[in-house]
């Protein structure tokens, strides 16, 4: 059946195309605003075994609202025992180490007395519509089972932007606001 306003140029016609784009565009829009709720730094892989030598970057996928990245500051855990941070053409790499209390026996005898605290990447510029990674290589702990959360705080031309929040007992990762980057500690394979 034939319905005079299903014609093209009838103004039901017109008004059901509009209602239909208007659907369409709330629908982009919706998809585009939980993307961008949900584009954290995040640590990529985000597994690893524990005891072993690991090596995982940092993914930044945006700048603060519209401004490029020129920083990235990442606060090591207890739990890894060496840091090696990448160098980045552009950017300046800082290492800050704290003392380890009571001292660790390391690889071939060696007496480790102090570990990485912070890495902080500074000097260049990340577009905000552009995302890089900056690598970690470290020694992870030997406990299995256990996340180790990376607070990372990224500054930018205009602002920063603190990805530091660790979850409660039981909450989840995904519903926390600004979430700390982790890696997941797991057996490792034999």
Not at 17 to 43: D, E, P, Q, Y
Request: aromatic share 8%.
């Amino acid at each position: 059946m034939n319905l005079p306003f299903s014609r093209p140029g009838h103004p039901r016609a017109r008004l059901t195309h509009l209602a239909r784009t208007l659907a369409c565009l709330t629908g982009v829009l919706g998809t585009m605003s939980a993307f961008n709720a949900h584009a954290h730094v995040t640590a990529k892989p985000d597994e690893g075994a524990a005891g072993s030598w690991f090596e995982t970057a940092l993914k930044v996928s945006h700048g603060c609202d519209g401004s490029p990245t020129t920083g990235l500051r990442v606060t090591i855990p207890d739990g890894v025992l060496s840091v090696k941070p990448q160098m980045k053409p552009g950017w300046t790499v800082e290492v800050t180490y704290r003392p380890i209390d009571p001292p660790l026996k390391g690889e071939h005898g060696a007496v480790i007395s102090q570990t990485v605290a912070t890495v902080e990447w500074r000097g260049n510029q990340l577009p905000d519509n552009l995302y890089d990674t900056f690598g970690l290589a470290m020694k992870l702990s030997a406990t299995a089972s256990k996340r180790l959360y990376f607070p990372a705080v990224q500054t930018c031309e205009s602002g920063e932007r603190a990805w530091v929040e660790i979850p409660a007992e039981g909450q989840s990762w995904h519903a926390l606001h600004s979430p700390a980057p982790f890696v997941q500690l797991n057996q490792p394979t034999k």
